[in-house]
């Protein structure tokens, strides 16, 4: 079994206001500000660990600096791809990322994502707060399928951060 799976206590927070477009997603990680942070912004690791399980990724620009931009795809074993884009308007190293976020399925549903990156003397919560256009907007990504995605996402990341290759139960 894998540290993710077994270790409960980390798990994934996905939560809705009902009376605002937003998203929030708390976790916590065993792994200081510095290394969850470098697996945000290093497109190598990103790569690794960024969406679920049954989907590789293809990384067609990752510039995490203020004013950077990026693009990467998801893409199914049938062949099907999911393209996602964005802006970076605030990289703060190890504090925090400021970006827009876009699905090419649905592209006028940008959000303004800020993620915090809260030093925990040795281990790291990350704080991400979704804007959303509308309330509808933040339901229609929630019905997506995101938590899965998002949780999977961070199954890898716990991985990864362990020093094992994703999908490793070892």
């Not at 229609?140 to 998002?150: A, D, E, K, L, N």
């Given at each position: 079994m894998s540290t993710a799976k077994a270790n409960r206590?980390?798990?994934?927070?996905?939560?809705?206001?009902?009376?605002?477009?937003?998203?929030?997603?708390?976790?916590?990680?065993?792994?200081?500000?510095?290394?969850?942070?470098?697996?945000?912004?290093?497109?190598?690791?990103?790569?690794?660990?960024?969406?679920?399980?049954?989907?590789?990724?293809?990384?067609?620009?990752?510039?995490?600096?203020?004013?950077?931009?990026?693009r990467y795809v998801h893409r199914e074993d049938d062949g099907t791809e999911y393209g996602f884009r964005g802006v970076f308007h605030e990289v703060r190293r190890d504090e925090r990322i400021v970006q827009t976020f876009a699905f090419d399925g649905f592209p006028d549903g940008v959000s303004l994502e800020t993620t915090v990156f809260e030093d925990l003397g040795g281990r790291t919560r990350v704080t991400t707060t979704s804007l959303m256009g509308s309330i509808e907007a933040r339901d229609?990504?929630?019905?997506?399928?995101?938590?899965?995605?998002?949780r999977e996402g961070h199954e890898r990341l716990d991985e990864l951060l362990a020093g094992r290759p994703s999908g490793d139960t070892a």
């Open positions: 206590q980390y798990e994934t927070q996905i939560a809705a206001d009902p009376a605002l477009p937003t998203i929030l997603i708390t976790r916590e990680f065993d792994a200081s500000p510095e290394r969850v942070f470098r697996a945000y912004t290093d497109p190598e690791l990103v790569v690794q660990w960024l969406g679920p399980h049954r989907l590789t990724m293809r990384i067609d620009a990752y510039e995490a600096r203020s004013g950077g931009s990026y229609s990504m929630i019905r997506s399928g995101m938590q899965r995605g998002v």
